[in-house]
């Protein structure tokens, strides 16, 4: 059973608190319980609660004073209190003081059970709020889009991950491929849910962060752990609880904080920095990179043991480049031609067939990133209709003159300078050919086109043998 949870029960009456904590138990909660005799709030602070239903009379103490420490020392705890005076001023003061519901004994089961629920999407819907405050993020775009084979089959992989609930998945491929919008659409599938749900997705750039601060963003802390933790700190693992963390650019991260993030992969639980107690967390983590983590291994700079932990379920996503994806370049560049054409209003209608074979001989270095911004360029800059060659950037509507050009390169040759010689020339040629041939002179002679006695006597000609 999934753990919705963590409740601490606080009651001087043990019927009271034996009757909560089997129910809530088998409605799938963790939970504690206390008569409150002694010590209270540290008892609860360091457990790490979700939720505290309290008494507000206790033995020893008083249930308000305990509800105030908890509120400025554990702001983020949901505070349920209980009371057996059903006088409005009660409640009142709770409230004032930070409670998020009460309820006057002797209450209803299924009462708890609602007022608790609901203190918990509170917290799920603040920890999003507060994170996307801090660190923006994209909504759910619907980019992965393709009729290539290696698309479709691409597409069938997320499907069937998704379906299967995979805990943990690794996404690989050059930057602008689109690994982050395909990590979006596996939480999408995984969960059922669009952006704005309930259902937190929650997502890091592992680069972007010096390692010391990149671990209490992931992990939390301790009030005290260090000069400026000043309070309780919830990292993005108890954060994305019961949804999912997007790690983006993980093998940037050094080894000392690789061997934290294997544990808490292979254990389920995470402790913070500064803390003792170890915090059950049901979290779908989804690592993507641009490097090579197979060779980041052999060199030491990666977890061998991490890499087979995340590499059981590996997507890897080739550039717009590559022969087998090339006939996505015009479906894409229409899906957003489409889509920012809505955004700004502008009456495009498509790209000419000449600007469709433009964008499909150019070898996008910044892949669906750079044909992403390259469209919405267009569409803000341009008034046309159909997008002709002219109306495409420089880099592409300049291929068309450079392609006679290019006809005399051949293989990637260089042309010879101004003034140069036809023996410099063919010298010059004889000289790329081996080196793009490594030294072959078979091949350095099928580059060239030319027969392998030929291309030995220029070798022997040129004094290059």
């Known amino acids: 059973m999934k753990r919705l949870g963590r409740v601490f029960l606080v009651d001087d009456d043990e019927l009271i608190l034996a009757m909560l904590s089997r129910t809530l138990e088998r409605e799938g909660y963790e939970v504690r319980t206390d008569t409150g005799e002694t010590d209270l709030p540290e008892k609860i602070i360091s457990w790490h609660p979700d939720v505290v239903l309290l008494d507000v009379n206790l033995p020893g103490q008083n249930g308000m004073d305990t509800l105030k420490t908890l509120k400025n020392d554990a702001s983020h705890i949901e505070v349920i209190m209980l009371t057996a005076d059903d006088t409005a001023e009660t409640a009142v003061k709770a409230m004032k003081m930070g409670a998020r519901d009460y309820l006057t004994k002797p209450f209803n089961i299924d009462e708890v059970k609602i007022v608790i629920g609901n203190a918990l999407k509170n917290i799920k819907l603040q920890d999003e709020l507060d994170y996307l405050r801090k660190i923006s993020s994209s909504l759910f775009e619907n980019d992965f889009l393709g009729v290539s084979k290696i698309t479709k089959e691409l597409q069938e992989k997320v499907e069937r991950i998704a379906e299967a609930h995979v805990s943990s998945i690794l996404i690989t491929g050059e930057s602008g491929v689109g690994k982050e919008v395909i990590a979006r659409n596996i939480h999408r599938m995984m969960f059922g849910t669009e952006a704005g749900s309930s259902v937190p997705f929650i997502a890091i750039n592992c680069s972007a962060l010096p390692d010391t601060l990149l671990e209490s963003e992931l992990f939390g802390y301790e009030k005290g752990a ?51 107690e170890e915090i059950p967390v049901e979290v779908t983590v989804i690592a993507t990179t641009n490097r090579d983590l197979s060779a980041a291994v052999e060199k030491g700079e990666f977890r061998m043991d991490l890499f087979y932990r995340l590499n059981a379920f590996c997507l890897n996503v080739p550039p717009l480049r590559d022969r087998d994806r090339r006939e996505d370049i015009p479906v894409l560049a229409n899906h957003f031609l489409a889509s920012f054409a809505k955004e700004y209003n502008k009456p495009v209608e498509g790209f000419s067939a000449e600007a469709e074979k433009l964008m499909l001989s150019y070898r996008w270095p910044g892949n669906v990133r750079e044909l992403k911004n390259m469209v919405r360029g267009i569409v803000v800059l341009q008034n046309a209709r159909m997008i002709m060659p002219e109306n495409l950037p420089l880099e592409l509507s300049g291929l068309a003159t450079r392609r006679e050009k290019e006809k005399t390169q051949q293989e990637g040759f260089l042309l010879p300078e101004a003034g140069m010689s036809l023996d410099e020339m063919e010298k010059g040629l004889i000289i790329q050919a081996m080196e793009r041939a490594e030294g072959n002179k078979t091949k350095a002679a099928k580059l060239l086109k030319i027969s392998y006695d030929s291309f030995r006597y220029q070798l022997k000609k040129f004094g290059l043998e």
């Open 226 to 276: 260090f000069t400026d933790a000043r309070k309780n700190k919830k990292g993005l693992f108890e954060v994305a609880d019961g949804g999912t963390l997007l790690l983006d650019e993980l093998g940037e991260m050094k080894l000392s904080l690789q061997s934290k993030l294997l544990r808490t992969l292979e254990e389920r639980v995470v402790r913070r920095i500064g803390g003792q």
